[in-house]
């Protein structure tokens, strides 16, 4: 199993930030949510925006999973560089090599185009999502980023 297709090397970039209007509904009932307190209030909230910003573009690109690893998660940890903090559950591994065709696949398993960055980390609070075919979930995920959006099933 292997991806072909489009593959958009690139990384998230913060853009300009926006005054957004948001009201608070007077029934909102979560007493732990920071909004709580602004309920029946409308007020101006400034939010940041990130961009994926293409840096590579490799048409025809082949996509092989190379190992799915999963750990147990089941410490206390602090929010990670967008802000979600991850606690218990598991955090997935998917780890991938890129070649520029199927040809320098089939030729040569280490004629990789790309593999150290190319590696992705999922937080799953169960690893139902998994089955019943990890790899083919790994497959699935891969295809929903948007450095794959073109890519298809080979």
Same mark, same amino acid.
């Given at each position: ?33 920071? =909004?709580?307190? $602004? ?16 840096? %590579? &573009? +490799? ?25 979600q903090t ?12 890129? =070649?520029?065709? $199927? ?16 590696? %992705? &980390? +999922? ?6 999502d998994l ?24």
């Amino acid at each position: 199993m292997a991806l072909v297709g489009t593959f958009k090397k690139g990384h998230y970039e913060a853009t300009q930030p926006t005054e957004v209007e948001v009201t608070i509904p007077l029934d909102f009932s979560d007493e732990n949510h920071p =909004y709580y307190q $602004k309920r029946g209030e409308t007020f101006i909230e400034v939010q940041n925006n990130i961009e994926w910003v293409v840096d %590579e &573009i +490799i048409e025809n690109a082949y996509i092989v999973v190379k190992a799915i690893a999963i750990h147990l998660e089941d410490g206390e940890y602090q929010p990670d560089q967008i802000g979600q903090t991850h606690g218990k559950g598991y955090r997935v591994n998917i780890m991938y090599y890129i =070649y520029l065709s $199927k040809n320098d696949r089939l030729l040569n398993f280490n004629n990789y185009h790309l593999a150290e960055d190319a590696s %992705e &980390i +999922i937080y799953l609070d169960s690893l139902e999502d998994l089955m019943p075919n990890p790899i083919t979930w790994a497959y699935n995920y891969i295809k929903s980023l948007p450095a794959f959006s073109l890519a298809l099933d080979d």
